[in-house]
């Protein structure tokens, strides 16, 4: 049985939210994605993500990579399904479902002046026959709390991040300036025709909490204060609203979007959507 709660806010800072969010709950499908541009182009980027994910896993798509400039030309019928999926294709169908995602927000953007140099990040999990499958392109990020340990089940596609990488090899001083620039990042849909999709695969555990959230989360809470609100023993819409809180409560710099997703046996959750 999976529980859900799903909330975005704009923060303490920002005029607009350019993040956009969506599931298909029932099929155990969740997105997320943070949009970036100038005027409203970021969440015209994130919708197209979000909605071009849950049109191919609701409605089956053909899907289409481009091989010279814009456009289709060529084209794969990948799935033709309505809701299900079967689990050795949920990755497959992530990883095409947000290709093709990076190929529209692309061509909107080269085609449509007010939108151009518009792009998302994205993070994606479908789960299927007990098993989470994980997608994730930009700096958005998926944690898994289990156990009482708080996991990081994706890896930024920042600057930072590759510094971080290899941080044997720099100075502390190196580093700490690094760091002013972190949100820098190296992978978004958007940025070019093709793009290329981190994926993962975990079976599921009694118990397990999975987050997944934008960088308006991460970057202004510490993990073990994300843990320490996932550990607590609350619905998960309150524990989905103390981290908006704990976030704004640090500055808010940024559009904040949380959705969490318990594999849990029990009966007795209130307030959250099977």
Request: aromatic share 6%; with cysteine; proline share 1%.
């Amino acid at each position: 049985m999976l529980y859900v709660a799903a909330k975005t806010d704009v923060g303490m800072l920002r005029e607009h939210n350019e993040d956009s969010l969506g599931m298909l709950a029932q099929d155990g499908l969740f997105v997320v994605a943070d949009g970036m541009g100038g005027h409203a182009s970021g969440e015209v980027a994130s919708r197209i993500a979000i909605d071009t994910v849950l049109e191919c896993f609701q409605d089956g798509i053909d899907v289409s990579e481009p091989e010279e400039g814009l456009g289709f030309a060529k084209t794969e019928v990948l799935y033709g399904g309505k809701g299900e999926v079967a689990d050795e294709g949920a990755s497959s169908m992530l990883e095409s479902s947000i290709k093709l995602a990076n190929l529209r927000i692309f061509e909107t953007g080269t085609s449509e002046q007010a939108h151009k140099g518009m792009g998302t990040t994205i993070v994606a999990m479908k789960v299927s026959q007990g098993t989470a499958h994980l997608a994730h392109v930009g700096d958005s990020r998926i944690y898994l709390y289990r156990g009482g340990d708080l996991l990081h089940m994706t890896r930024d596609h920042s600057w930072f991040a590759d510094l971080m990488a290899n941080a044997h090899e720099f100075t502390p001083q190196t580093l700490a300036y690094a760091a002013r620039y972190k949100n820098v990042i190296t992978r978004a849909l958007g940025m070019e025709a093709s793009v290329e999709v981190d994926l993962a695969q975990v079976d599921l555990e009694d118990g397990d909490v999975f987050l997944l959230c934008s960088d308006g989360l991460h970057d202004m809470i510490e993990d073990d204060e994300i843990a320490e609100v996932l550990s607590r023993d609350e619905a998960l819409d309150d524990r989905c609203a103390a981290l908006i809180r704990a976030a704004n409560n640090a500055g808010g710099d940024d559009n904040i979007s949380v959705i969490l997703v318990e594999a849990s046996s029990a009966s007795q959750l209130e307030g959250e959507e099977e």
